[in-house]
């Protein structure tokens, strides 16, 4: 069966420092992968959605930037955290297909930013 | 891009049936109706999707409307652990989805 996998589960960070998330996929290959980002009491942003190595596309403009380095290697990263980055960030997988494929998502990290 | 509405939340007492509407008046002929629903402190959970015809599966049926214009998630006897938020998205055709709001549902014993 198919896991998804993201960490660290909780994060406290400092303005201005570097952040590197994590997300792995097993059970599947060439998922298609997503980063999303929930602020406080909102809905989820999509930030960012790959259908593979290397293939990146970006949903809004940002403080991240995601790669891909590996098939079910998703990663998010920044080079100096803003406040406005705390949040809670989630990986997510499908197996493709235009319409109607299911995501499936993994637990989470929480990012406090001060 | 097609969007949904939502009610902001609704309440349901243990046993009973609930239904959770949503419009979606400008959904396009290829456009795939998902719910997914998210419990607190976890991340969203797959229920139910369909395109015209109604589903059912072991967690909820999912009635949709001849016109495509608004769909219902029957959830057929709430438990205190359906409390959740409910999200109604469009696909796209692009395996995408765009969350909104949902609605929050409270189960009551």
């Known amino acids: 069966s198919q896991t998804i996998h993201q960490w660290p589960a909780t994060l406290v960070q400092p303005v201005g420092s570097p952040l590197s998330l994590e997300c792995t996929v097993e059970g599947t290959s060439n998922p298609n992968l997503y980063w999303y980002r929930q602020a406080a009491g909102r809905g989820l942003q999509l930030l960012f959605y790959s259908v593979g190595i290397g293939q990146i596309s970006s949903e809004v403009p940002q403080n991240l930037s995601a790669s891909r380095p590996q098939d079910r290697q998703f990663i998010l990263s920044s080079k100096k955290l803003l406040l406005s980055d705390s949040g809670f960030y989630l990986c997510a997988w499908s197996d493709g297909g235009t319409g109607g494929a299911t995501q499936y998502f993994g637990p989470g990290t929480r990012l406090l930013v001060l | 891009d097609a969007k949904t509405t939502q009610p902001n939340s609704m309440e349901s007492n243990e046993e009973e049936p609930v239904h959770l509407p949503c419009n979606h008046s400008t959904i396009s002929g290829t456009d795939y109706i998902h719910w997914y629903r998210q419990l607190p402190s976890q991340g969203p959970e797959y229920v139910i999707h369909g395109l015209t015809s109604n589903v059912n599966n072991r967690m909820a049926s999912l009635a949709i409307a001849e016109d495509r214009k608004s769909s219902t998630l029957i959830l057929h006897r709430a438990t205190l652990r359906d409390a959740a938020v409910y999200y109604c998205?469009?696909?796209?055709?692009?395996?995408?989805?765009?969350f909104g709001t949902g609605t929050r549902l409270q189960v009551f014993p």
């Open positions: 998205i469009l696909d796209y055709n692009t395996d995408k989805l765009i």
